[in-house]
């Protein structure tokens, strides 16, 4: 036997002989065990397309910190040293390399050390390795770029159509114009009732009571519907109302997308404190230049006042991220705020030019790092009320009731460019200004702190060709159900054509000259002939204008869920009135204050407003999606939330002292503001008197059916 086994030992020893050998041999360890490591789990953030934190893992260069990094991802000799088997062996989320998904086994990370302990050997490649690259050329913006209609100053505007007896505002003259122009007409005005369910919802969130209905249609003077618009106007609601429009643009959010244990130091503890401040400034009709210009810079400002500081809440409620003394962490956080500054305000993505020039708007890699470092010379801080800073905590709840999330002046600098958004990669410095697209010459260098205040007065200069184009659109689609440019943060030009384009610049140039007045804009559009039309318009509207661009017919919108809940908590009788609230979750069955009010997570967005359209909080959000899915009726069906407000607003009804016909006709005034018609009023009964489940009175089961109805999920 022993003879026999002699060919095997041979091949054995021979084997590993050469296993040996190749151990020994690091450039053939690297060619077998590491090259293909990082190609496939390195290479997709840090290779030749794209290099996060300024690493380039494809190159001998870049991994031992020669050319384009500044320090070395790996120390030959050193694993422990070496900042590669530290991102490999962490635990932190926020460090670990590869991400998620992507982790390396034992067996892979041996294999990465002893390359390293090694000696870390590269084998020299048989091309030459690119050169790093140099700054891109930027681009020159000309007179030809500002010719643009959006960069263009909006100017007064005279409707094709005049002195039709159908206009009841001047916006009715360009509406019917472009109706004309496709051989359509208006449709007849809306019922009464409808009307003011329509308006009440509009400009307050909530459903009329069936007493303001009855004052109402009383009321048959010329002046009811002004009349009635002004009081919704004058209602504290309103800013409650507009504030759900704001609070997603300025991605108002309590906490962070990202927390390690308990540690909440980075959470907002008073963030309600900024929503205040906004649901305020609405009601009290502060000029939206100044609403604006407060949320930048009011504690530079000179004409703010204290109580204005909690405005500092659309900066200081930014996403914070961990290690944030690291400059690429950081480079992160600016673009937030560039992002968010200016889709938000000016209706421009110029965060698509943090890594180079924009793609289709003027807009150059230097614009965005000049506003970039307005918010790399500006510190986000928690205030004391006396204006002290306060001292970090590892949770949030240990926060002064006071405390105002904000920002601040901080250490001065003017950026780099940093080539395709490389940290490392720095080109030519760059002052803090203005866009230069939007200036009339050479923008000229912000020069009083970071340069918020002169920011805040550029971007709300009636001078800017953008600013007021962009919330008037933005409050023509909260009221008409479309925006006049469908892409209301992008008015460039990869963004949609105004649908109106006259239109937009009359409003725009009227709401300027007239003081920046949201009141006073919210009425000319509620008080329009275009506003009061019915919903269900012509067939041949229907045919011609399916989407309803022309606006020959009111659109049919389906209520936000913040209107939805509060609609609900209104008819059951449970609707508690708690202007500048703290917030509450909305799983807690004690809370019945109006959704505004609800705590608003990145981490986890709750899931009643995940599941109805409530935007992420983590960005920007433009406008909100209208989804219908199966999930949401089965939600309405089995929530505990509806089945206590059904059993509620049965209870509700039951006080009335009267028999079933009369609470059917008063549970149809409460939620649609109107009576049921015949067939409605016979259906009604006859499911009333059918005999009790063992589960839930019959009152109980027709309340949950007519709270989740499509009437009482949508506004005509």
Known sequence: MIPRLLPFLACAIACGIVAEARAADPVAQFEREVRPLLEERCFECHGPEKQKGGLRLDQKAGILGQGDSESPAVIPGNHAGSEVTKRI?????????????????????ASIKQWIDKGAHWPPSKEPEPEIAAAPQAMAVTAKDREFWAFQKPQRK????????????????????????????????????????????????????????????????????????????????????????????????????????????????????????????????????????????????????????????????????????????????????????????????VACARCHDHKFDPITAADYHALAGVFASTRMVNRMPDGTPEKENTKADKLHPATLHVVEEGDLQNLNVFIRGNVTRKGPVVPRRFLAVLSQDEPESFRAGSGRAELAEAIASADNPLTARVIVNRVWGLFVGQ?????????????????????????????????????SLVREITLSATYRQKSDG????????????????????????????????????????????????????????????????????????????????????????????????LFLLNSPFVQKRAAAFAMRLQTIEAGDEERLIAAYRLLFGRAPDDRERALGIAFLRQAPTADLPQWERYAQLLLVSNEMLYVD
């Open 538 to 633: 012509t067939a041949e509207s229907a045919q011609q204008d399916p989407d309803n661009e022309l606006l020959s017919r009111m659109s049919r919108r389906r209520l936000s869920i913040e209107q939805w809940r509060d609609a609900v908590l209104a008819v059951s009788g449970e609707l508690t009135e708690a202007p500048g609230a703290r917030s509450r979750e909305l799983d807690d069955p004690a809370n019945s204050l109006r959704t505004v009010y609800a705590r608003i997570s990145r981490l986890k967005l709750n899931d009643l407003l995940m599941q109805f359209d409530y935007p992420d909080a983590n960005v920007h959000a433009e406008k909100r999606s209208v989804t219908t899915t199966p999930t949401q009726k």
């Open 158 to 349: 005279t409707a094709a159509a005049q002195n039709d007896p159908w206009i009841r505002q001047p916006i009715d003259g360009f509406i019917l114009a472009r109706m004309r122009e496709r051989g359509l007409a208006p449709t007849h005005e809306a019922a009464r009732e409808r009307f003011i369910r329509r308006a009440t919802f509009d400009i307050t969130g909530l459903p009329p009571t069936p007493e303001e209905v009855d004052r109402f249609l009383a009321d048959q003077s010329d002046e009811a519907h002004a009349r009635l618009v002004d009081r919704l106007l004058a209602s504290a609601r309103f800013g409650e109302r507009l504030a759900s429009m704001w609070l997603p643009l300025a991605r108002y959010a309590e906490d962070q997308a990202h927390q390690v244990g308990d540690d909440t130091k980075f959470f907002y503890g008073n963030a309600h404190l900024y929503r205040a401040w906004v649901i305020d400034a609405f009601n009290r009709d502060l000029p939206y230049d100044q609403f604006l210009k407060l949320q930048l810079a009011a504690d530079v400002l000179p004409s703010s006042r204290s109580a204005d500081l909690a405005a500092l809440g659309f900066l200081g409620l930014g996403p914070k991220y961990y290690n944030r003394n690291r400059v690429e962490v950081m480079a992160d956080e600016w673009e937030d705020r560039v992002d968010t500054v200016s889709r938000t305000m000016l209706g421009l993505t």
């Open 89 to 109: 062996l962490s635990t932190d989320p926020d460090e670990t390399m590869p991400p998620k998904g992507k982790r390396l086994t034992p067996e892979e990370i």
């Open 483 to 519: 925006p006049l440019v469908s892409t209301p943060s992008n008015l460039g030009h990869s963004g949609a054509t105004p649908s109106h384009p006259e239109l937009l610049d009359d409003l725009a140039v009227r709401f300027a000259e007239g003081g920046w007045s949201i009141k």
